[in-house]
């Protein structure tokens, strides 16, 4: 797996974004952060900035505006993001982070069918 960098809250809701919407400008991605809370578009720029520094997302600076897209996959960034909350909140224990998160919540019989199914998949890999 390629070395994904450490988004902070902030850059991550960015690339949420982006993972989203797909390609988009400073101006659109500013947009949709205002409709949850408000934030200065100058704030989103060096943000978006900063991430082009972090390699996080590219910019195609060939029209006037420039579109920036993420350079990271949402799949790598939860895996390296989950690994780093295993690691630091249940010792590295995945057993731990489940029996705590299905200890927690309302678990549907759908989900516990999706769960079994995940442990077979893994179990059948393993063989």
Do not use: C
């Not at 809370?37 to 505006?65: H, P, S």
């Amino acid at each position: 797996m390629k070395q994904v960098p450490q988004p902070t809250d902030s850059e991550l809701e960015i690339l949420q974004l982006l993972w989203q919407n797909g390609e988009s400008t400073v101006r659109q991605i500013n947009d949709l952060l205002n409709e949850k809370r408000e934030v200065g578009y100058t704030t989103t720029l060096k943000l978006m900035q900063i991430m082009l520094e972090k390699d996080l997302v590219e910019r195609n600076a060939n029209q006037r505006t420039h579109i920036y897209s993420a350079k990271v996959t949402e799949g790598d960034t939860q895996k390296k993001l989950l690994e780093r909350f295993v690691d630091a909140t249940f010792r590295g224990s995945s057993l731990k982070l489940v029996m705590q998160a299905l200890g927690n919540h309302d678990t549907t019989q759908e989900e516990l069918e999706e769960i079994k199914d995940l442990i077979k998949q893994i179990e059948n890999k393993k063989k």
